[in-house]
């Protein structure tokens, strides 16, 4: 294989430019192209990786196959290039630094002072090559997150200066994202944050050669060359990447301005036609959705998108299949537990309930309850893991007799003797040394007949999971006499993988998250029945 070629894609001004966005299109641009583009992020925070994270601060967290915990950018990589990524396209300070160390404690460096340049820059720069080659990537885009100028980002910058060095200029493109802010008073774009942030790159040895430049609003020709002409690229690599409505739209607009070409060109690779027009189709579909479906949202993180990013994406891709723009209404269970009315009146109005992922104790017995009425009332509900297992709950509480049913991730104290979602700590043995999640892509097979299979159409199917808990086979029986059927299970089957309620239009969990392989433009077939559940109840 030749020799991979390295695009990074930095920020500047200030966060959220929507780097991630801006590097997953380059990459869609290239693969439509028959490119062979991939794409990996790197993160100047300590922790190792943001499995750990709060959502709160961090937004979701994304699983591949291999397992791997990543940040949420990695789902917009693989919503745009819809190519799945391994652990190594996520590397963080925190994962650069301990391996160093370990090495340090082994011996390897006996003698030597580690330090920043070259020890871990070196380290950096490792692994980006085994990205690129893990993913057969012809061409690696990589993003560096944070903003120029963090004290954070330095190795990482350092290090686009010596990839440059190492592999030529041909073969290591830099792109720059800023924000043009706008001053209402003067009724201009201004355009000296830019010049600054490119003059701190100059500083550290980087010429950005394309730049884009964010903002809410028309940029008029006159900026661009104005930004042409002082940050020193050329006048066609300035892109403006305006605020848009969806941003599916994105590669399409930047291919506008011949993104793939510019690129092409720098790189000295044969530019060939790049074919877009799977995404012409699935962003005019988008334009095209009219009537609203309300999608209630059971979570813990109300009103924060992205801690269910790709929940929101999924459900919204499902939408616009059926030709339906997907709203998401937030349902708070922690309100609904207190019995408050006018929240009971919001879930009462949404056409679809999806209880998504989550940990711990807040407003489970909200989520049961939501759970409850959804089967009574057959409203469309999806479970999403955590939601499943409240499905089991629910049932078990109220159909089976079981008062006292919960997960032991609810019963610390031990005070339920059902718990009809448990712990399995042999499993987790022979599944995963160490860690006690079960964690990536694991097979299930379908049992015919079931929903589930009416649903996938494949007899065995293959998901991404993330949680501790799992279904009490000692239940089994008795909820399948009573209607509630266990549609999916591991190939051993020893593991419930997917359970739905008979005799209920569209109430199904499963134990994965199905929302981490939905993409843009194929929903995933949960998701895309969920809401196909909901369009017809609302007929
Ligand atoms: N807390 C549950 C478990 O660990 C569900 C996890 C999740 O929803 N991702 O099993």
Not at 36 to 65: C, I, W
Not at 274 to 296: C, H, N, P, Q, T
Not at 365 to 375: F, L, N
Request: charged share 30%; net charge positive; glycine share 8%.
């Amino acid at each position: 294989m030749r020799k991979p070629k390295f695009i990074f894609v930095t920020g500047g001004v200030c966060s959220s430019l929507g780097k991630g966005i801006i590097a997953a299109s380059t990459a869609a641009i290239l693969r439509s192209g028959g490119v062979r583009a991939a794409t990996m992020k790197l993160d100047p925070y300590l922790n190792v990786d943001p499995g750990t994270m709060s959502p709160f601060q961090h937004g979701e967290v994304f699983v591949l196959d291999d397992g791997a915990e990543t940040d949420l950018d990695l789902g917009h990589y693989e919503r745009f290039i819809d190519v799945p990524l391994t652990r190594h396209c996520s590397v963080t300070t925190g994962k650069v630094y301990s391996e160093v160390l370990a090495e340090e404690r082994d011996g390897k460096y006996l003698g030597g002072t580690i330090q920043v340049v070259p020890h871990i820059t070196g380290k950096i720069i490792e692994k980006i090559e085994a990205a690129a080659k893990h993913m057969k990537a012809e061409v690696m885009v990589c993003e560096i997150g944070g903003t120029v100028g963090d004290i954070e980002g330095e190795p990482f910058l350092e290090v686009v200066r010596q990839m440059r060095k190492k592999y030529g200029a041909e073969s290591v493109l830099s792109l720059h994202a800023t924000l043009l802010p706008y001053l209402a008073a003067s009724n201009e774009l201004k355009t000296k944050p830019t010049q600054l942030s490119v003059r701190e790159l100059r500083r550290l040895g980087i010429s950005p050669e394309i730049i884009f430049l964010r903002a809410d609003t028309k940029i008029p020709k006159k900026i661009l060359k104005k930004v042409a002409y002082f940050c020193d690229v050329d006048e066609e690599a300035v892109i403006p990447a305006e605020t848009v409505s969806s941003i599916y739209e994105i590669p399409l607009r930047f291919q506008k301005f011949d993104l793939g070409k510019i690129i092409c060109q720098k790189l000295g690779i044969r530019c060939p036609r790049f074919k877009l027009s799977d995404w012409e189709k699935g962003v005019e579909r988008m334009k095209k959705a009219s009537a609203e479906i309300i999608i209630g949202l059971a979570g813990k993180y109300n009103e924060l998108d992205d801690a269910y990013l790709s929940v929101i994406e999924a459900a919204k891709a499902a939408g616009f299949y059926h030709g339906k723009k997907v709203r998401i209404q937030w349902i708070d269970t922690e309100r609904i537990e207190q019995n408050d009315e006018d929240e009971w009146e919001e879930l009462r109005r949404v056409d679809g309930i999806i209880v998504p992922g989550g940990f711990g104790n807040r407003g489970i017995e909200g989520k049961i309850a939501v759970a409850q009425y959804c089967r009574e009332e057959k409203k469309p509900y999806l479970g999403l893991c955590l939601g499943s297992q409240i499905m089991a709950i629910e049932f078990a509480r109220h159909v089976l007799k079981i008062k006292d049913a919960t997960s032991e991730e609810f019963d610390e104290e031990k005070k339920s003797r059902h718990h009809v979602i448990h712990f399995i700590p042999e499993q987790r043995k022979i599944l995963k040394k160490g860690g006690t999640m079960r964690l990536g892509a694991y097979p299930c097979v379908l049992k015919k007949g079931t929903l589930a299979w009416k649903i996938y159409r494949e007899a065995k199917i293959s998901e991404r999971h993330r949680h501790r808990y799992e279904f009490n086979n000692k239940y089994r029986e008795r909820f399948e006499k009573n209607g509630f059927l266990i549609s999916g299970i591991s190939p051993d089957r020893s593991l419930v993988e997917i359970v739905e309620v008979a005799d209920h239009p569209y109430m199904i969990g499963s134990q994965f998250h199905p929302e981490f392989k939905s993409r843009p433009f194929r929903p995933h077939p949960l998701f895309r029945d969920f809401v196909g559940a909901t369009v017809k109840k609302e007929k």
